[in-house]
């Protein structure tokens, strides 16, 4: 919570170009350059979960493509999008932060009087998190892209067609409240470590690994929390 607040009360320097630019930067680093692998994935898992709903457990084509929007929307989009921004992002941001510590770029910052919350960390974490908002609704829609082409083949057109009968407004807001929450909580905790690592260079690859353990361990129970209290 401590530092929670510093960052929501450095909103207002997004009206710096600077900031804006770290903020785009990010965006397109976590966002668009993670675009294509989530796509694999979506298209991968979906066809993997109709196979053995289809296959395994005598689920009719309709019936597996409803089951898949339910857990692709609720539940594993939402946690994929948390652990590839976990294995991909965090630890960057993490090492990244590291590395100014340790060569004393942040003490630089301060002493031109530049807010290292407001330049470093805001702009990481927003983008980090509407970056996992429009990765977790791309990833749900290939996982069903991949589960039409599965059940159907070349007529994959006619099941998602269907996707308006299938997916619900609700299915949808909590993908994206998910995804968003699953970004915001590893961007942070990628900040923290990253800004409290020791000034020793041996500490920068030890903030990377602590970024991603503690991340995954995070995203978890908050997906638990979640189900819980759901």
Known sequence: ???????????????????????????????????????????????IVVS?????????????????????????????????????????????????????ELRSLMRYGIDPVGYLVLPRVLGMTLAATLLGFLLALSAQLGGAFFVSGVDATYQLFQMDRIVTPAMVGICLGKSALFG????????????????????????????????LVLVFLLDLIWAVMS
């Open 1 to 47: 919570m401590r530092f929670l607040l510093p960052v929501i009360s450095s909103l207002f320097e997004l009206r710096r170009p600077p900031v804006r630019r770290v903020l785009l930067k990010q965006i397109y680093f976590t966002g668009n350059e993670a675009a294509w692998i989530m796509l694999l994935i979506g298209f991968a898992l979906g066809g």
């Open 52 to 104: 053995q709903l289809h296959d395994q457990y005598g689920q009719s084509r309709e019936a597996a493509m409803r089951l898949l929007a339910a857990l692709s929307f609720r539940e594993l989009t939402p946690l994929m999008v948390g652990l590839v921004l976990i294995a991909r992002s965090s630890s960057a941001v993490a090492s990244e932060l590291a590395s100014m510590r340790v060569h004393g």
């Open 184 to 215: 915001f909580a590893a961007s942070t905790l990628a900040c923290v470590v990253g800004l409290r690592a020791k000034a020793y260079v041996t500490e920068i690859p030890k903030a990377s690994s602590r970024a991603v353990v503690r991340g």
